[in-house]
């Protein structure tokens, strides 16, 4: 929402002030908790392109195509991985492993989400 400007009681250098509509605690740290998520995996591919000009350097110019498709296979390939395991090991409810990794949230199917939280 945007900010609302309210009058205020007393003295102040203006009668004006800003009261600005705050989210609750949980649904800020769950926010703030996406947003660290998702600049984690702009980092990861961004190195991701920088080992892709590392190889591309070292090897002959003749090899430079089949160096940029391996690491859009693997790019490609991680993320399908991730999408299937790494997220429920990563996220999911660690209840049988003793807090250890998760094992719900395997596959990623809506089911199991009930329509809320992370949607693909």
Same mark, same amino acid.
């Given at each position: 929402?945007?900010?609302? @400007?309210? *009058?205020?009681?007393? *003295?102040? +250098? +203006?009668?004006?002030?800003?009261? #600005? ?10 926010? #703030?908790?996406?947003?660290? @998520? ?15 000009? #590392? ?5 002959? !110019? ?5 160096? @940029?498709? !391996?690491?859009?296979?693997?790019? +490609?390939? &991680? ?9 429920? #090991?990563?996220?999911?409810?660690? $209840? &049988? $492993?003793?807090?250890?990794?998760? +094992? ?17």
């Amino acid at each position: 929402m945007a900010p609302t @400007l309210a *009058p205020t009681a007393g *003295p102040t +250098s +203006s009668p004006y002030v800003f009261e #600005l509509d705050v989210l609750p605690g949980a649904a800020l740290q769950t926010d #703030l908790d996406t947003m660290w @998520l998702c600049i984690g995996a702009i980092l990861v591919f961004f190195m991701q392109t920088g080992f892709a000009m #590392l190889e591309v350097g070292t090897v002959n !110019k003749k090899n430079t195509s089949n160096i @940029l498709l !391996k690491n859009v296979l693997d790019a +490609s390939v &991680g993320s399908i991985v991730w999408m299937i395991t790494g997220f429920g #090991l990563a996220i999911g409810d660690a $209840s &049988g $492993s003793g807090g250890f990794m998760g +094992s719900t949230h395997m596959g990623l199917n809506e089911d199991e989400f009930g329509g809320e939280g992370y949607m693909y």
